[in-house]
């Protein structure tokens, strides 16, 4: 092996030793480089004579020229690897599991109010929905309940700027709904023809000033209108107690009207229910209040009561959904607990 093939060899292990771009560099430096050892090589052709010269220029010319594709080949392979560490590091791996989304569900007071517009609607009933900044005359005055009234120390109300309250009961819908469909059915009214039933619900957020395990500022109601010309205490009966029946999808309970007071209603009666079965047996709960819509009331709501007979009821939502779901402290459906939350996924 002569001298020439000696060098390309070296540059060949050097340029295969070289981990980095930067060592490979340094290596080409090394031989072709300004003072590389084939720059040096050229530069001693000067001291030889013109045959000498001739030929040996050839060969230093052939041993560049292979030192040159030694490099490329190096430089290739560097690139080369370089690229793979990086697609490596990049490299999505399709087989891992995905970061799934989270589902919600329906909060328990929610749903609890789909199934009751549900129930309702299928025996007929509209579902209305109201303010719940109200005004005296519909939370209290329209209601028979005028200023002074005692009954209005039953109420823990909100008041608030304008004369203004947070409707204490959603009872105002019964005189927003029936003047409304009152003044939609005048020209039968005043014809003096029947005008159709009135059959609507109303169920909504509620306010009074009031907490502890079983009440809230803010809770729940659905009120409960039916007024026509052949309505009795016994179509109320009957609407109720196929509502609860229906809505614990039991017939094995008692439910019993017990009189009671309310200054809408005349005879009034609060409604009590009682399991046959289960934790709550034997066990009387209140769930509403209802009664026959007083004449007074008839009459704010643009009607005579000498032709129209009307039944109202008022239940408690948060109380209805606390015995269907078994939840015993009210305050669990308003602290947003995720643990809580996610058992009515
Ligand atoms: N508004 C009453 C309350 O919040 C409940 C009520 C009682 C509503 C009798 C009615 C009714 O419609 O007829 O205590």
């Given at each position: 092996m002569n001298d020439l093939d000696q060098l390309l060899q070296q540059a060949q292990t050097e340029f295969a030793a070289a981990a980095t771009p930067a060592d490979l560099e340094n290596a080409k430096a090394r031989?072709?480089?300004k003072s590389g050892r084939v720059t040096e090589l050229m530069k001693g052709l000067a001291a030889l004579p013109i045959e000498e010269k001739k030929t040996r220029g050839a060969e230093i010319n052939v041993l560049k020229t292979g030192i040159e594709a030694a490099l490329t080949a190096r430089r290739q392979a560097l690139a080369d690897a370089e690229l793979a560490i990086q697609l490596k590091a990049e490299a999505l791996d399709v087989t891992l599991p995905g970061r799934a989304?989270?589902?919600?569900?329906?909060?328990?007071?929610t749903r609890a109010m789909e199934r009751i517009e549900a129930i309702f609607g299928s025996m007929g009933f509209d579902v209305a929905d109201g303010p719940e900044i109200e005004n005296d005359w519909f939370n209290f005055t329209a209601l028979n309940t005028p200023e002074d009234h005692p009954a209005r120390s039953m109420h823990d109300t909100f008041y608030i700027e304008g004369g203004h309250v947070l409707r204490t009961h959603t009872s105002p819908m019964q005189i927003r709904y029936a003047v409304q469909h009152v003044k939609k059915h005048k020209h039968l009214i005043d014809a003096g023809k029947?005008?159709?039933?009135?059959?609507?619900?109303?169920?909504?957020?509620?306010?009074?000033?009031?907490?502890?395990?079983?009440?809230?500022?803010?809770?729940?109601?659905?009120?409960?209108?039916?007024?026509?010309e052949n309505v009795s205490f016994k179509d109320l009966k009957s609407v109720y107690v196929n509502?609860?029946?229906?809505?614990?999808?039991?017939?094995?309970?008692?439910?019993?009207?017990?009189?009671?007071?309310?200054?809408?209603?005349?005879?009034?009666?609060?409604?009590?229910?009682m399991f046959?079965?289960?934790?709550?047996?034997?066990?009387?709960?209140?769930?509403?209040?209802?009664?026959q819509v007083h004449p007074q009331v008839i009459r704010n709501m643009g009607l005579d009561p000498e032709r129209y007979i009307g039944f109202a009821?008022?239940?408690?939502?948060?109380?209805?959904?606390?015995?269907?779901?078994?939840?015993?402290?009210?305050?669990?459906?308003?602290?947003?607990?995720?643990?809580?939350?996610?058992q009515f996924k």
């Amino acid at each position: 092996m002569n001298d020439l093939d000696q060098l390309l060899q070296q540059a060949q292990t050097e340029f295969a030793a070289a981990a980095t771009p930067a060592d490979l560099e340094n290596a080409k430096a090394r031989f072709i480089g300004k003072s590389g050892r084939v720059t040096e090589l050229m530069k001693g052709l000067a001291a030889l004579p013109i045959e000498e010269k001739k030929t040996r220029g050839a060969e230093i010319n052939v041993l560049k020229t292979g030192i040159e594709a030694a490099l490329t080949a190096r430089r290739q392979a560097l690139a080369d690897a370089e690229l793979a560490i990086q697609l490596k590091a990049e490299a999505l791996d399709v087989t891992l599991p995905g970061r799934a989304r989270g589902t919600g569900g329906l909060h328990p007071i929610t749903r609890a109010m789909e199934r009751i517009e549900a129930i309702f609607g299928s025996m007929g009933f509209d579902v209305a929905d109201g303010p719940e900044i109200e005004n005296d005359w519909f939370n209290f005055t329209a209601l028979n309940t005028p200023e002074d009234h005692p009954a209005r120390s039953m109420h823990d109300t909100f008041y608030i700027e304008g004369g203004h309250v947070l409707r204490t009961h959603t009872s105002p819908m019964q005189i927003r709904y029936a003047v409304q469909h009152v003044k939609k059915h005048k020209h039968l009214i005043d014809a003096g023809k029947a005008m159709p039933e009135i059959r609507v619900i109303a169920p909504g957020r509620t306010y009074r000033v009031d907490s502890d395990a079983t009440h809230s500022p803010m809770f729940h109601q659905v009120e409960g209108l039916w007024v026509g010309e052949n309505v009795s205490f016994k179509d109320l009966k009957s609407v109720y107690v196929n509502f609860m029946h229906q809505f614990f999808e039991t017939t094995d309970m008692d439910i019993r009207f017990r009189p009671s007071y309310f200054p809408f209603t005349e005879p009034s009666a609060e409604i009590d229910m009682m399991f046959g079965s289960g934790p709550l047996k034997g066990r009387w709960l209140e769930v509403s209040g209802s009664g026959q819509v007083h004449p007074q009331v008839i009459r704010n709501m643009g009607l005579d009561p000498e032709r129209y007979i009307g039944f109202a009821f008022g239940s408690g939502i948060d109380r209805l959904a606390m015995l269907r779901y078994g939840v015993n402290d009210l305050r669990l459906f308003f602290d947003g607990d995720l643990r809580f939350l996610t058992q009515f996924k």
